[in-house]
């Protein structure tokens, strides 16, 4: 692999670094490993950084393929070659900076993965109760997603809804299956703090 291309896989890497603190919980929760969805939680402070070498690799590897070349001193042999060589490092640049957005907006649609386990049917109306957590520890769209796939997967939990924005969770749910405590347990098992919100 040329010095081209691994600065490109470099750039794709810093970018997965950055989002290795949303994807890891996520993988962890989905596979029934809560308690290692705070592994990477380490490189929180750390994702400006990432983000900006990230994007300033793909902005220079940009610059360089698409920068005008001077082909005309070139010979037709050599003006051929470094056609089709560019043309590769272009399809490598597309591929790498595509797969890099998916990761880096990954908060943003991992959402749809979520699904809730409770059967809705055989609640009994009495029992619904809605409570709202206060929640400390949450950085972006991420955290508040994996919190929702966590509940989600919780027996008794009818509707979750987790806003980043106020670090507070909303949640309904069947008081015979599942108590206020155990909700907050689910919580904190996943590395947050929470705690009832009189809001």
């Excluded at 055989?122 to 029992?127: H, I, K, L, M, Q």
């Amino acid at each position: 692999m040329n010095n081209y291309k691994s600065s490109i896989a470099f750039a794709l890497i810093t970018i997965l670094a950055s989002r290795l603190c949303c994807i890891i919980p996520f993988i962890a929760i989905v596979s029934g490993m809560a308690g290692g969805a705070t592994m990477f939680s380490f490189l929180e402070p750390y994702k400006p950084f990432l983000f900006l070498t990230s994007a300033s690799i793909l902005a220079f590897g940009f610059y360089q393929e698409y920068k005008s070349k001077n082909m005309e001193k070139m010979r037709p042999c050599c003006q051929a070659n470094t056609r089709k060589k560019s043309k590769r490092n272009r399809k490598f640049l597309w591929s790498m900076t595509l797969i890099s957005l998916l990761l880096f907006t990954f908060p943003l649609y991992s959402q749809y993965f979520i699904k809730s386990n409770l059967n809705h049917t055989s609640v009994n109306s009495n029992n619904i109760k809605t409570i709202h957590i206060a929640i400390e520890g949450m950085s972006c769209q991420g955290c508040a997603n994996n919190i929702m796939l966590q509940l989600s997967q919780t027996n008794g939990i009818m509707t979750d809804t987790v806003f980043f924005n106020n670090n507070l969770a909303t949640i309904t749910f069947d008081n015979a299956e599942i108590t206020p405590q155990q909700i907050i347990d689910k919580i904190n098992e996943i590395g947050f703090i929470s705690q009832l919100s009189s809001h």
